[in-house]
């Protein structure tokens, strides 16, 4: 029997200080070389300052047995308790406890979690040349520390954003270069006097009883010695989320319906230019929103993997292995802050607040992976030689709507980029699209013309052209399949003051460097580093006589800067090479 404890303690500091000198967008060249822009943002302190400090810690106690049942039978099994613990506490804001019923000085501190595991070992036929080998249990690692921090830094008393023009409050003021000395308040549209003086600010709340996340996992694997140095495995692996989080916006109220093309909306109007109204529980939080998290367990994941090694003689060896899986999730958690988790955690077309799976951005679905080793015959100054080869289905990734401004958010959620497109039958019927006309370099883009290029890029993506007639599945597009090697050379040297020297070359990408063609990772060409690639751009919303948003639909533009679906000028298409040197004591 083995018991431990581990105990971790966490101290953060963090300069949330984000456009506090003024950041300013221009509509043209010319805008800006006169100075007057048509957006403008400031990060104001709201009393409690830009810089907060957050204080953690996670005691955790743990103890494990082995029983060997048989000499052919043996079980590990264990127990884990973890209990986080937060002392630092934002103040209560009185403004969010009379809207919303929460206090912001409630944080989850103190919940103790429980992670037992359970693992096997059967030598099948007593010989060593059979072996069934599994395990299941709940793990859990260290605390989600950056995601607690948000709440210290966005209680409503920090970071506060003044927002003007392009669907803030009135005009942007005119360009200040002073960074010392930058406007904080917008100009009225009509009077031209300073209008909006204070600034919204973002709120993020942690439930009490909210639990860090776990993982459940069982997994089961054979392995087979079929002689000659050959050993083959089978192996599947499942996991489930346990109190994944999942981030919702309190201030966003109930969705107005459901409009003709299957979204969920969340307005109550749209201006002729496409600006949304959204249905909101307070105006106060409108730029900011007021973000919580609550846990959800629909997360999953499995892999199915076949292997086969073989070790030739000691000199060489080699395996090859395929691995077939999918992952789902609700929320694909990838940013530090929650509003970024909330908006861009995935593309939805329905109610923000279900819990649906979908394919998540981590999925890949197979895998193929070859490895080898080679060690020189001599036996002085050994030399070896590696490689690995990982070939991987391309990554999952959306096409969504965007536009200018506050233009472009098409469920009204206060959110513009992830709003997933609908996939028209025909891009000609203006009751599925509507295009308006465009002018690019003195050039006028008709409707008819923009309408035939969408027709063409429809056809000529697989992920669009099967989804015709309907808004766009989460992540149901795919870019191209993936191949990487690597190969390493590492040489030993005569041994300094009794000290093991070596020298060691590594080659990424080894491919790239044989063939300027090969090894090229090809990424959506629109935005290589996103999952989420912008389709078309929002310019208008069409109106109803009755005044019902739910009848209206957005017009857009298809004006695409190139033809070209597909970018590999991304690091990891070009090869690099590394040297090193290694001094063992």
Known sequence: LSTGTLNEFYKMANL??????????????????????????????????????????????????QWNITNRFNVLYGVRLDVPTISSRPPTNPLIESIFGRDTHELPT????????????????????????????????????????????????GLGLLSCGAGGLGHAPQFTSDINNQPQTCIDATTGEPVGAGAYSEVDLLNKNLKMPQTARATLGYDHQFGNGFVGTLEGIYTRGINSFFYQNLNLGAPTGVDKFGRTIYASAFSPTGTPTSNLVSTQFKAGGVYDVKNQSKDYSYQLTAQLKKRFSDRLEASAAYTHGHSYSVQDITSSTAASNFKFGRELSGNLLDENTGISQFDIPNKVLIAGTYTAPWKTWQTTVSMIYVGISGIPFDYVSTGRGAVGDMNGDGVIGNDLVYVPKNPRDPNEMLFANEVVNGQVITTETQAQLFEQFIEGQSCLNDNRGKILPRNACRSPWQNNMNVTLEQSLPSVMGKTLSVRLDVFNFLNLVDHDWGKIKLPANSPSFTDQSLVSVVGQTQDPDGNVLNTQPIFNYVPASTVRWTSNVIPSYYQIQLSARLGF
Do not use: C
């Open 16 to 65: 949330l200080a984000r456009n506090s000198q003024g950041s300013y967008t221009f509509a043209r060249l010319d805008s800006l070389e006169a100075g007057n822009p048509n957006a403008y943002t400031i990060g104001l302190n709201l009393g409690q300052g830009f810089h907060s400090k957050f204080d953690a810690a996670n005691y955790s106690v743990y103890a494990e047995d």
């Open 110 to 157: 103190g919940n103790v979690q429980f992670s037992p595991r359970f693992g096997f070992n059967w030598d099948v036929t007593g010989k060593q040349t059979d072996q069934l080998r599994g395990g299941v249990g709940l793990f859990q690692g260290r605390p989600a520390v950056v995601w607690l921090e948000n709440t210290i830094a966005n209680s409503g008393f």
